[in-house]
T-cell receptor, first 114, second 114 residues
Framework: AQSVTQLDSHVSVSEGTPVLLRCNYSSSYSPSLFWYVQHPNKGLQLLLKYTSAATLVKGINGFEAEFKKSETSFHLTKPSAHMSDAAEYFCVVSPMNRDDKIIFGKGTRLHILP | SQTIHQWPATLVQPVGSPLSLECTVEGTSNPNLYWYRQAAGRGLQLLFYSVGIGQISSEVPQNLSASRPQDRQFILSSKKLLLSDSSFYLC?????????????FGDGTRLSIL
């Protein structure tokens, strides 16, 4: 069975400082992993996707994530936060076999302080 | 380019009334289609997905149903709404290839049951 845990429900950083949003997963197989962003009253937008091609994945808007199998982690980072990054972020683990289902984390709300 | 449309954006319905939410996709053919529900402070819950016209897989037993009358049209319905149906409903599409493909979301429908 698969699972995904976003370790922080809220994260606050100052504008211009680094962002770290943490995600741990559990999967019996090598999973596909995604990060999505959601602004208020909007749908989710794909930030980046890991599918075993490279452990460091670069996404849109300066975000990147590193797949660490030994730590079962897929943390999202950005070197310098911008006010427009304030949103909710979802880590998603996707099944590699027919018995598993796609699972969304509960989300991390990112607050950017001026 | 591909676009996805959901309507209405907000909806207020009395308990026991019927429901019909519509989602259409443009700019692609034969997509996989998905309905999700998102409760406040929680991740997304997959309700239904469809790999083709008339093919619906239900993930959660409840009083909701889905239909796909045309290739790029996906409808979420209920004959009798419950108070617990109040939520944010999201439609998404992906290319063929299962849950490993990135999903593209509409802007959602905020449903309130009175």
């Amino acid at each position: 069975a698969q699972s995904v845990t976003q370790l922080d429900s809220h994260v606050s950083v100052s504008e211009g400082t680094p962002v770290l949003l943490r995600c741990n997963y559990s999967s019996s197989y090598s999973p596909s992993l995604f990060w999505y962003v959601q602004h208020p009253n909007k749908g989710l937008q794909l930030l980046l996707k890991y599918t075993s091609a490279a452990t460091l994945v670069k996404g849109i808007n300066g975000f990147e994530a590193e797949f660490k199998k030994s730590e079962t982690s897929f943390h999202l980072t950005k070197p310098s936060a911008h006010m427009s990054d304030a949103a909710e972020y979802f880590c998603v683990v996707s099944p590699m076999n027919r018995d598993d289902k796609i699972i969304f984390g509960k989300g991390t709300r990112l607050h950017i302080l001026p | 380019s591909q676009t996805i449309h959901q309507w209405p954006a907000t909806l207020v319905q009395p308990v026991g009334s019927p429901l019909s939410l519509e989602c259409t996709v443009e700019g692609t053919s034969n997509p996989n289609l998905y309905w999700y529900r998102q409760a406040a402070g929680r991740g997304l819950q997959l309700l239904f997905y469809s790999v083709g016209i008339g093919q619906i897989s239900s993930e959660v037993p409840q009083n909701l149903s889905a239909s796909r009358p045309q290739d790029r049209q996906f409808i979420l319905s209920s004959k009798k709404l419950l108070l617990s149906d109040s939520s944010f409903y999201l439609c998404a599409w992906s290319a063929k290839g299962g849950f490993n493909q990135p999903q593209h979301f509409g802007d959602g429908t905020r449903l309130s049951i009175l």
